[in-house]
């Protein structure tokens, strides 16, 4: 048993470690793409990728604990068939009843047993059910072979070391099934027990005994490996779960320290224009003022409407895109309807890139619009529409190509230039 | 920025408004743009909904901001829809959950106090003759709507809704969908008369109701079933 826990305990520990992996990874690749960044940046952290991450550490340290448990259980079967059964079967080989047979069949299990650990510890079990019926098979043979005098000799072999096998055949499978096939294996046993005639007293009270040898301990050591295994996986995912957490706290307190940061700056200019009115410095009908007053009025709404905790990195690709046009003295409006489901990086890419190309582009005004689904993403920038050479097509970064998932549309009308990205699962 | 076309007034009389807000700058800016619209009148202005209506009874549409002494009214709302008055909602809080509840309560329209004169104007006077206006950001919340329960849009309805949430001009809806703007509008207002069967009924909402179908918006074999609008799915000339 020993050699289960040994094998098992450290699993956990090491492959915790690496929990840190994906949810600190998460934090630098969703990162704006566009170059010229504002100086306060928030680094997203999307939830979804962050719990199936979960999940994938726990299976991992699930793995790599049972893993250990097989090799120990793999160790014990064959080392039990070699070093114990083997020399009693060599010693005991004048008294069997057909010798022959009882040598042949302890090499079909060494057969067995090795092709059996081979593939179990390559994650390719045999079929479980076959493979126990071909040991029954040979349980049966051997109580035969053996002869009446062999019978509680450890040169009846199979009665001490057939159960480990068993272990092996149903491994990672309910404990049930063990219990059922060392049943059949105790049935057997006494069926020869009867058979032979050795039916006093202390022949009885031998076969009870072996019973409860042969049957206690692969059963203690299939449970023990199962419990085992259970438990590294809860403590594995707790462990990830909690760092996950971290993470995601912490990209949420960033986010609000940022926030506050560019409402203060925000406050500023809005109480320096309103300072400004009040004591008739400026002149309400002053265009100029009432650009200031625009742009600060823009910015403010967009900085209400930010509700969510924990940035959507498209969201927060087109924020970024949004302060940075914002420097041109663009007032933008910013809506968004929706949480946007985790979306692939391209998929993203292919969303935010054509318009926050566009937007860096845009004069006097800018309607920058997100809604969402679950299943449908629409982008749409909206800027007036204004002569010049460079007007003529769509800005770079565009391709009207439809990739069959996002569909980009630009167009001109005179009036406005529409931009429109629209994803669709 | 095409706030569409008004809705024409039954009889000489201007309408008559109440502005219900809890601050006075406010209420002095929304007076200023009513002002300019000779059909509109403003009759009583205040910070109690109840006071105001209590020294302008006649009052045929009332500007209700939603956020009153710190505190949302949407009750306030509702009980004022149920008994027939025609409540303009404004607020700054446009987010999706709040417009959407107005309506639910009763609310003719709701407007967001960042959309402008223009709006303000188009909605209070098609309130008044109990038609829908659907300013953008409203129409950006019906078409993002993740209630199961909401009212199933047409594909039309629905591009058009996107559309004039994202442009804010019919011309331009109109050209990239190739229809008229008149039919823009329709598909529009039918998506608004739709959601006259969410929430508690209300007799604002049967007003509208009413009214939509004696414009000949939509069918009265339309009404109560929004399962399958695909074959109704063409303007109402």
Not at chain 2, 197 to 204: E, F, N, Q, V, Y
């Given at each position: 048993m020993s050699a289960d826990l040994n094998a098992a305990t450290p699993s956990p520990l090491h492959a915790a470690v690496p929990a840190t992996g994906p949810g600190a990874a998460a934090l630098p690749v969703s990162r704006t793409p566009v170059g010229e960044a504002p100086p306060v940046e928030v680094p997203p952290v999307g939830e979804a990728p962050v719990r199936a991450a979960v999940g994938q550490i726990a299976a991992a340290v699930a793995r790599a604990s049972d893993r250990g448990a097989r090799v120990a259980a793999i160790t014990i079967a064959l080392a039990w068939h070699t070093a114990v059964a083997l020399p009693a079967v060599l010693a005991g080989h004048a008294g069997l009843a057909a010798p022959g047979v009882v040598l042949a069949a302890w090499a079909l299990v060494a057969v067995l047993g090795v092709l059996t650990g081979v593939r179990l510890l390559h994650d390719t079990p045999l079929p479980a059910w076959p493979l126990a019926g071909l040991l029954l098979a040979v349980d049966v043979t051997v109580f035969a072979a053996v002869g009446g005098t062999q019978l509680f000799t450890a040169a009846n072999w199979v009665w001490s070391t057939l159960g480990w096998f068993f272990v092996l055949a149903l491994w990672g499978r309910r404990v049930v099934g063990l219990v059922a096939l060392l049943a059949a294996h105790s049935l057997i046993a006494f069926a020869a027990v009867v058979g032979?005639?050795?039916?006093?007293?202390?022949?009885?009270?031998?076969?009870?005994?072996?019973?409860?040898?042969?049957?206690s301990l692969p059963i203690a050591a299939f449970a023990g490996s199962a419990v085992i295994a259970a438990l590294a996986r809860q403590r594995a995912a707790t462990a990830a779960a909690t760092r996950a957490t971290t993470a995601e706290r912490d990209a949420a307190e960033r986010a609000r320290r940022d926030r506050r940061e560019r409402l203060a700056l925000v406050s500023g200019a809005a109480g320096a224009v309103l300072a400004d009115l009040?004591?008739?410095?400026a002149d309400p009908a002053d265009p100029h003022v009432q650009r200031r007053a625009v742009l600060a009025a823009s910015r403010l709404r967009r900085l209400i409407a930010e509700s969510d905790d924990v940035p959507d990195p498209l969201l927060h690709e087109l924020r970024a895109a949004a302060d940075l046009a914002e420097r041109n003295g663009v007032p933008i409006d910013l809506v968004t309807i929706g949480t946007p489901p985790p979306l692939p990086v391209d998929v993203r890419r292919r969303l935010a890139e054509p318009l926050t190309a566009t937007l860096a582009d845009a004069r006097g005004w800018a309607r920058l619009t997100v809604v969402s689904a679950p299943d449908e993403v629409v982008v749409s920038l909206v800027t007036p529409d204004r002569d010049g050479p460079d007007a003529t097509g769509p800005p770079p970064g565009w391709d009207d190509t439809d990739d069959g998932r996002v569909d980009q549309l630009y167009e001109r009308d005179g009036e406005i230039r529409w931009a429109q990205a629209r994803w669709r699962r | 920025m095409g706030a569409g076309p008004v809705a024409e007034m039954s009889g000489e009389r201007p309408v008559g408004v109440a502005i219900v807000d809890d601050h006075p700058v406010v209420v002095d800016g929304v007076r200023a743009w009513l002002a300019t619209e000779p059909r509109l009148t403003v009759l009583a202005t205040g910070d109690d909904p109840d006071e105001v209506l209590r020294s302008a009874p006649d009052a045929d549409v009332v500007l209700l901001d939603l956020r009153l002494h710190g505190r949302m009214v949407l009750d306030k709302l509702s009980e004022l829809s149920a008994a027939g008055r025609r409540v303009v909602v404004y607020s700054e809080h446009s987010d999706p959950e709040t417009m959407l509840a107005a309506l639910d309560a009763g609310a003719v329209a709701f407007l967001a106090k960042h959309e402008g004169r223009e709006h303000c104007v188009a909605t209070v006077l098609?309130?008044?003759?109990?038609?829908?206006?659907?300013?953008?950001?409203?129409?950006?919340?019906?078409?993002?709507?993740?209630?199961?329960?909401r009212p199933v849009l047409s594909d039309k309805e629905r591009e058009a809704l996107l559309l004039w949430f994202q442009s804010m001009s019919k011309a331009s809806v109109a050209r990239r969908m190739r229809i008229s703007e008149h039919t823009v509008k329709q598909y529009v207002d039918r998506a608004r008369i739709k959601y006259t069967?969410?929430?508690?009924?209300?007799?604002?909402k049967a007003a509208l109701l009413a009214r939509a179908i004696e414009d000949g918006l939509i069918r009265p074999?339309?009404?109560?079933?929004?399962?399958?609008?695909?074959?109704?799915?063409?303007?109402t000339p």
């Open positions: 032979y005639g050795a039916t006093a007293p202390a022949d009885l009270a031998r076969y009870a005994m072996y019973v409860y040898g042969t049957v009040a004591e008739g410095r | 098609a309130a008044a003759s109990d038609r829908p206006y659907v300013p953008p950001a409203l129409a950006g919340a019906m078409v993002g709507d993740p209630r199961p329960d069967r969410a929430g508690r009924p209300a007799a604002t074999e339309e009404i109560g079933i929004y399962r399958s609008q695909a074959r109704y799915d063409r303007p």
